[in-house]
């Protein structure tokens, strides 16, 4: 892709801004994009020269959505696992006992085709925490980088590091695991604070900016409990030297809550606060098993959350308290998570499950969350988490031009009652027909502009299969460990940890 886009003005459409305070009910206006970036929205715009002018009566245009949390590394393994809890299915998506990492032309297409799946969907911004068995090397981020620069989608890649072993985040691990697995239990040597630095800070040269600043580099030590508390101080810090998210998992599970308790004597998240590592750069994925203490640090601290409703409903990992954290302050996103927990790119599912899994259990009717909640945590709110909320998630004069252009002449629109409501409840990505990202063209009547698909998916088909064959032997050689997590799991139930969710 040049770097230049021409403009595009769009006529007369019904535009969702999802701006603060208006702009979030739909208003019939045109929208020019110059430069990648939206130069003007108002009724009867001047044409201005050399411009394609795309006549959107009858269409709707809204910000391009934002995907804040989620692991191309899972891309292959979509529909592959279910009835399983995190604990168990860890084993078969990362396989503490496996071969060589994956070969760099299937990194390059694995990551391409999270992107493209992503694009047909309307999400124009993806945060990837990439997870490539404790390699770090640049060499290999780089092609997961050149994946997303080709493909055309905004991106926050990250890096994923975790330096604890695993028999010493697992509560009861030194109990119950046998002597002789407990040396395979690892991902590798551990990775020291100073050689992750170094790594990131190279990182940070060679790809966070580029494509004109589509392209940015992230941190993300992989959670609290997995990392020494040297490494997530030098991670806090290079967020905060570059101005970017310290993006990690936070009590996603009961048996992480137990880990709180039983490795540092307080709740994880005080564990971040109490070594300084909890402020507005930071971003918490899943953020399930917080106590009400808490959510209100959580939300004087500034911090934010990436709400993933389905992976936390596939893994049975309970509900998030989304309405109280909403109520402290603290912004929330949403996240699919990996594809293996998920099994889709489409946020627009999250935006509805979202809006229904919180209906339960007797809470009041009010306190259930609403589309434009929902909507808001897809575009706006998502893409605070990801600290882009100045480039991206709204349709504001002067930032990027990335959006979704959909059809209401569609059945998810037919009749039309409310066009906020309809796209929480009814849309499934069906109506989408024009994705934008930077002012660029990507995806038009869901044919990607800036990727041969066929050719990759022919490809794909000559190298997938052995590729999964072998994923599969290394699934039963990870088998023998899954009776000591279920006995991990039975023993963390029998915790009282004081907060059921
Ligand atoms: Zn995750």
Redesign the pocket.
């Known amino acids: 892709m040049t770097t230049s886009s021409k403009s595009i003005l769009i006529q007369g459409a019904e535009v969702l801004a999802m701006a603060r305070p208006h702009g979030e009910r739909p208003v019939q206006a045109d929208v020019l994009l110059q430069g990648g970036k939206i130069a003007a929205i108002g009724n009867n715009l001047p044409i201005p020269e050399s411009c394609e002018v795309i006549a959107a009566h009858g269409k709707l245009l809204m910000p391009g959505l934002v995907n804040a ?1 989620t ?1 191309s590394s899972e891309t292959f393994f979509k529909g592959r696992y279910e009835q399983m809890p995190l604990e168990a299915w860890l084993l078969y998506a990362y396989t503490y006992i496996s071969g060589a990492p994956i070969p760099d032309r299937l990194l390059y297409l694995r990551t391409l085709l999270l992107a493209m799946q992503s694009l047909k969907n309307g999400v124009t911004t993806l945060c990837d ?1 990439f997870f490539d068995p404790m390699a770090h090397s640049t060499k290999r981020l780089g092609i997961v980088f050149q994946a997303y620069r080709d493909a055309g989608i905004r991106v926050n890649v990250s890096s994923a590091v975790l330096n604890t072993p695993v028999l010493d985040s697992t509560p009861f691990g030194r109990e119950v695991f046998p002597e002789h697995l407990r040396n395979q239990l690892n991902f590798g040597a551990p990775t020291t604070a100073a050689d992750y630095t170094a790594y990131c800070q190279e990182a940070f040269r060679r790809f966070h900016g580029q494509a004109d600043g589509r392209l940015r580099f992230a941190i993300t030590p992989s959670a609290p409990q997995r990392c020494t508390t040297d490494m997530l101080q030098a991670c806090h810090a290079l967020a905060v030297q570059h101005g970017v998210p310290l993006h990690t ?1 936070l009590l996603e599970t009961r048996v992480q809550a137990v880990a709180g308790q039983m490795f540092y004597g307080k709740t994880l998240l005080a564990h971040m606060h109490d070594i300084g590592v909890l402020d507005r750069h930071t971003t918490l ?1 899943h953020a399930i098993w917080i106590t009400d203490d808490d959510i209100a640090q959580m939300g004087r601290a500034g911090c934010s959350v990436v709400h ?1 409703p389905l992976s936390n409903l596939k893994l049975g990992s309970g509900l998030a308290p989304i309405r109280k954290l909403l109520d402290a302050g603290v912004a929330i996103g949403l996240g699919t ?2 594809l293996s927990s998920n099994d889709s790119a489409r946020v627009f599912d999250l935006i509805r499950f979202a809006a229904l899994m919180h209906n339960t259990g007797g809470t009041p009717p009010a306190q259930w969350l609403s589309a434009i909640e929902t909507l808001r945590m897809a575009t706006l709110d998502g893409a605070r988490t990801a600290m882009l909320d100045d480039v991206t998630g709204s349709l504001e004069v002067g930032k990027a031009a990335d959006l979704v252009m959909l059809d209401l002449d569609n059945d998810n629109f037919r009749p039309k009652n409310d066009i906020v409501k309809q796209l929480a409840y009814c849309e499934n990505g069906s109506s989408i027909e024009l994705v934008v990202v930077a002012g660029h063209v990507v995806c038009r009547n869901g044919q990607l502009a800036t990727v041969r698909e066929k050719e990759v998916w022919d490809e794909l088909n000559q190298l997938l299969p052995a590729y999964l064959e072998e994923h599969g032997r290394w699934e039963v050689a990870n088998r023998v460990f899954e009776p000591y997590f279920s006995e991990v799991i039975r023993r963390c139930k029998a915790t009282d940890i004081g907060i059921q969710r």
């Open positions: 949390h692991h925490d998992h994925a993933n998570d990996g």
